[in-house]
């Protein structure tokens, strides 16, 4: 490869210097947005919007619900959603996405009932919804894992001669795990039809940023991977959904993978077993608070007749029937089968599974056969 080609090469995979930008903090459009990509038409921004206002307020909910007692534990992507939300806008029904365990706004847009979401969060079982019917993999808790998994659902897309997409969710903390890079040096080297889509939200629970990486951006671990690279800002929804969708249809066109960085912040804690206040003081929140995407986004389109105050009205009416659905239904008891912990281990259950099983089962059937214990005082 000559010296041109190598340098034309390098260009074409290098992410843009700034992160790319179409709104202001202040929800004023840029003066030179960025010209690479094309903003998103008015009603699909609109949509956006509503999809926002939606995945706040049953983040906001959730929230609520884990300190009733009612989750057993909750990570809150509040500040996030315009990351959540462009995610899932920029697919198709039949594009596969592989979520991690913050991404519970993202499987809400999905169209995934809120309950089904958070069955996992309750403790109830290991996934609540179908992942093939919904092609929504399971939310996964260990780091970067869910990398390897969409690499490889990527490829079986390709080999089977489909234009199907697959797009993995990361957190900043997981591009320092090992099956992060592997999973980009398969992806490029086969060219899997994947968007790697890292939201950088400025901590891996505690550990800031320049404690992980030394990099200029996140973006740039895709460069010695060979493969297409951009950076975003993370709290612009109109940027986030351009980035994407030009993501998405670079790799379905079998251009091979991109990786995406959107720049963001964790409004909450880690989880609410988590005290932020530890690592991180108020002024720092402060600051992002006024980059609020769902506000942003509001003012962008207001000014631009895009959105009346019907409209946010209605949407916000709207978002209230979601919470009190999801209150509603969180407040039903679950009743577990226990015996369940014995399906899915293995898709023929070992000798020692079918031992334990029936020794459970029969120790349960003895309680049922019993009779209650008396209780009243003699």
């Given amino acids: ?5 190598l340098r034309q090469t390098v260009q074409g995979l290098l992410p843009s210097l700034e992160p790319v930008r179409f709104v202001a903090v202040d ?9 690479d990509y094309t903003e998103p038409p008015p009603e699909a921004l609109r949509e956006a919007y509503r999809r926002m206002v939606l995945g706040r307020r049953f983040d906001t909910q959730a929230t609520a619900l884990t300190k009733q007692g009612r989750l057993a534990v909750y990570p809150s992507s509040r500040g996030q959603e315009a990351c959540q939300i462009a995610a899932v806008l920029a697919l198709r029904p039949d594009d596969w996405l592989f979520p991690t365990y913050r991404d519970s706004v993202a499987l809400v847009t999905r169209g995934i009932d809120p309950l089904e979401v958070l069955t996992l969060l309750r403790g109830d079982w290991h996934c609540g919804y179908d992942p093939a019917a919904t092609r929504v993999a399971p939310q996964c808790t260990p780091l970067a894992t869910q990398v390897l998994h969409a690499t ?17 969710l990361v957190g900043d903390g997981a591009t320092s795990e090992g099956d992060f890079h592997e999973a980009l040096n398969f992806a ?16 891996a629970i505690s550990v800031p940023l320049a404690r992980q990486s030394a990099a200029p951006a ?9 493969m297409r690279s951009e950076q975003v800002d993370g709290n612009d929804l109109v940027a986030v959904l351009a980035v994407l969708t030009a993501a998405v249809e670079h790799a379905r066109a079998g251009h091979g993978p991109v990786l995406v960085e959107a720049h963001t912040y964790r409004m909450d804690a880690h989880t609410n077993a988590d005290d932020a206040t530890r690592y991180r003081d108020e002024a720092e929140v402060e600051r992002w608070s006024a980059a609020d995407p769902v506000s942003r986004l509001e003012t962008y389109l207001r000014a631009r007749g895009a959105l009346t105050d019907q409209d946010v009205a209605a949407v916000r009416e709207e978002a209230e029937t979601l919470a009190t659905e999801l209150r509603a239904g969180m407040n039903e008891e679950s009743v577990p089968d226990l015996l369940e912990l014995f399906d899915h281990v293995y898709a023929e259950p070992t000798p020692q599974l079918r031992e334990q099983r029936a020794l459970l089962a029969a120790e349960l059937a003895a309680d049922a056969a019993s009779p209650a214990l008396d209780t009243q005082e003699n």
Avoid: W
């Fill in 27 to 35: 929800g004023a459009p840029v003066a030179k947005p960025t010209a």
């Fill in 188 to 203: 490029a080297v086969f060219r899997a039809p994947v968007v790697f889509f890292v939201q950088n939200n400025k901590y």
């Fill in 218 to 226: 996140l973006a740039y671990k895709g460069i010695g991977h060979g």
């Fill in 152 to 168: 490889g659902m990527a490829e079986a897309l390709r080999r089977t001669g489909g234009d199907g997409v697959a797009m993995a």
């Fill in 1 to 5: 490869m000559s010296v041109k080609s």
